[in-house]
Structure formats: C-alpha cells, structure tokens
C-alpha cells in the first residue's frame, strides 16, 4: 500500500492563506485529491489533479484553492487563499492508481488515503 504523508497544517486568521502538503513514493500515472472533512458535513471533496496535471476545484473553493504537483519531490500541494471559517476541516490527500484522466470526485474511487492534517481558521 502507497503510504502518504500530510503535512502543512495549522491555525490561520480568515483571509489569510495556509499551503498544505501530501508526500508519498510516488504519484506516477496517478489522480490525488484533497478531501475535508468537518462536523455536520461529512467528507467532501476539495480538489484533484491528474496524471497530466490537468486540475479540478470544488465549486465551494474556486478561485481560492489550487491544487499543484511537483513530480521530482512526490508532493502535491493544495494552497488555500482567502481562508474563511467555513474551511476549517481536517484535510486529507488520497490517491487513486487506476490511471484516469478525469478524476473521481466521491472518496470510494480512492484507494489511499493519508492520516489527515487539521486546518483551523479564526476570525
């Protein structure tokens, strides 16, 4: 099983930005997603991007989220601006090996998932 590893997490003030982070072995051919999830709200999906860096956002962060891969360092990066407080979650990246161009977007499609980092934002 593909381990990966979050990192990047923290407390920021509303409107500030906070980069989170996902490492594993490696992400070749791959989609990886971040997902959120928060009380009341379940898991809901945030962002992907494909083996061809070809990228998704929710409709929810659009404009204020990106998702980005750096190959050589097995990293994906979500980078969130304009934090509200309706973005405190705790964040997860999950991988699926399948070779898809479009990404899924439900957390079944998924087959590996990181233990999570917790984003808090305060106004």
């Known amino acids: 099983q593909v381990q990966l590893v979050e990192s990047g997490g923290g407390s920021v003030l509303a409107g500030g930005s906070l980069r989170v982070s996902c490492t594993a072995s490696?992400?070749?051919?791959?989609?990886v997603a971040w997902f959120r999830q928060s009380p009341g709200l379940g898991r809901e999906w945030v962002a992907t991007?494909?083996?061809?860096?070809?990228?998704e956002t929710a409709n929810s962060v659009k404009g204020r989220f990106a998702i980005s891969k750096d190959n050589a360092k097995n990293t994906v990066y979500l980078q969130m601006n304009s934090l509200k407080s309706e973005d405190t979650a705790t964040y997860y990246c999950?991988?699926?090996?399948?070779?898809?161009?479009?990404?899924?977007?439900?957390?079944?499609?998924?087959?590996?998932w990181g233990q999570g980092t917790q984003v808090i934002v305060s106004s």
């Open positions: 991007i494909n083996r061809n860096d070809l990228t």
């Open positions: 490696r992400y070749t051919d791959f989609c």
């Open positions: 999950a991988a699926d090996p399948t070779r898809k161009r479009i990404c899924g977007t439900i957390p079944d499609v998924f087959a590996y």
